[in-house]
């Protein structure tokens, strides 16, 4: 076997298609990591500062924000996921005009779904935070205007995605990187004079965000337009094109589903945690921050997989789409229990990092310590829902999404009465959903019926 110090550290479309799967896709979702690491680090720099600043109440507030702020960001994900596959296949395709006029559209319907998204931010916070969530009366007024000032950066963040979307067709990952690099440390020095330089409360993170998120926006679209000229945004080309809002939808409707759901349900697991007071709700944000971190190499090597399926599909070469997809799977395993090891080992070190102590900080340890032990099977059927995306099954992603939810939800509120379990079900509950997606992954999978359209050649249905 080659070593890791012969791979070639490449982000092309040609290295994907002729590459060891293995190798290509592993050097091409680097990048992706590290930008998913940086987006995190977003709001992981605030709950660190919040913690260690202003203490419990405001970390928890953050905590209590982030779960719906994540929501409604999940409609762009969700979308960007979608077009990312359809691009992917117009790309394998060499369907050029076809990929010009479906990212316009694409870009047309980010940059209105994300002002919608910060609509919704202002009229339904409150509301969703006294009903549904339960938060505390104390710390009620700081966790809405957090909510409101981050979600005026929705439209750029929207935008910025779309524009990602359309690099990674191109196998493209590196440009990506290096702009969340730069507006990481901004984003980090920004939260640094806020809070002790100014002197603000939380919302100060909250600005501080807001300001990165649309000079990422700007400086992606500036080094796309620079690098892809053929492509490039500019007047008249984000429009609505209706011949591809049908395509687009199909693809991108259910992934965004899919990523609301899931981060949708966090609230219904947020509300389980607030009914044990504020030490857990300390200890749930933590958590909910540092199971991020763990998810990240999973959701990357996901990412590369759509944009690694959908080319083979889109060139009808199953063969090695086939082989790739056995490699990668064996690699998303892998890497997660070394890190998940680790991660059980120092589990009290990073919850003191964040300030926690005493009872919230048992909490959080015995919380990080069941996820990490149960993050390989997490490993082992995330990645096929980015298959199902890249050969023209995202109902199917969805169905297994919406299976886990409901399954976990269900011991969740079945067990938590129980003396014994208690609030422990919390965090077993993730056992139960996880074994039953593996079971329904793999059967369709290996038996669905989407396979059978292989033996027809598929062909991208615009251009």
Known sequence: MVGVSKIRFRSDKEYLMTGTPWKAVLVFSIPIAVGYLLQIMYGTVDTIIVGRKLGEAALSAVGN??????????????????????????????????????????????????????????????????????????????????????????????????????????????????????????????????????????????????????????????????????????????????????????????????????????????????????????????ERRLEAFYRLPISAIGAGMVTFVGLHYGAKQYDRMFMGIRQLLIMSVVITVVISAISIEIAPILTSIFGLSGTSQDYCTEHLSVINLLFPLFAL??????????????????????????????????????????????WWNALFGWIVCIIVTFLYYKKGRWRNDLERPPEATAG
Request: net charge negative; aromatic share 14%.
């Open 65 to 286: 924000s982030v779960t719906l702020t994540t929501v409604f960001g999940c409609v762009s994900w969700g979308l960007s996921a979608g077009m990312n596959a359809v691009l992917s296949r117009y790309s394998g395709g060499e369907k050029d005009e076809a990929m010009r006029k479906c990212f316009g559209t694409s870009m047309a319907m980010n940059l209105t779904a994300g002002f919608m998204m910060t609509i919704l931010c202002f009229f339904l916070a409150e509301p969703i935070y006294r009903f549904v969530m339960g938060v505390p009366d104390d710390i009620m007024d700081l966790t809405v205007r957090y909510t409101q000032i981050f979600g005026l950066g929705f439209t750029f963040q929207f935008g910025y995605n779309a524009i990602g979307s359309m690099m990674r067709s191109f196998g493209d990952s590196l440009t990506i990187m290096y702009v969340l690099i730069s507006t990481t440390i901004l984003n980090t020095v920004l939260d640094l004079y806020f809070l002790l330089g100014l002197g603000m409360d939380a919302d100060g993170t909250a600005i501080a965000t807001a300001i990165c998120q649309v000079i990422s926006f700007f400086s992606l679209l500036y080094l796309y337009n620079r690098k892809y000229k053929d492509y490039a945004i500019k007047r008249g080309t984000v429009k609505f094109d209706w011949e591809y809002v049908h395509e687009i939808l199909e693809a991108s409707a259910p992934m965004a589903i899919q990523q609301v759901a899931i981060f949708g349900s966090a609230i219904l697991f947020q509300q389980a945690a607030n009914s044990y007071g504020s030490e857990m709700i300390a200890s749930y944000a933590v």
């Open 381 to 426: 059927y995330f990645p096929m829902l980015s298959v199902f995306q890249a050969v023209k099954r995202p109902n199917m992603s969805l169905i297994v999404v919406i299976l886990e939810i409901v399954i976990r939800l269900f011991f969740l509120w079945a067990l938590m009465p129980d003396e014994l379990l208690g609030y422990h079900i919390i």
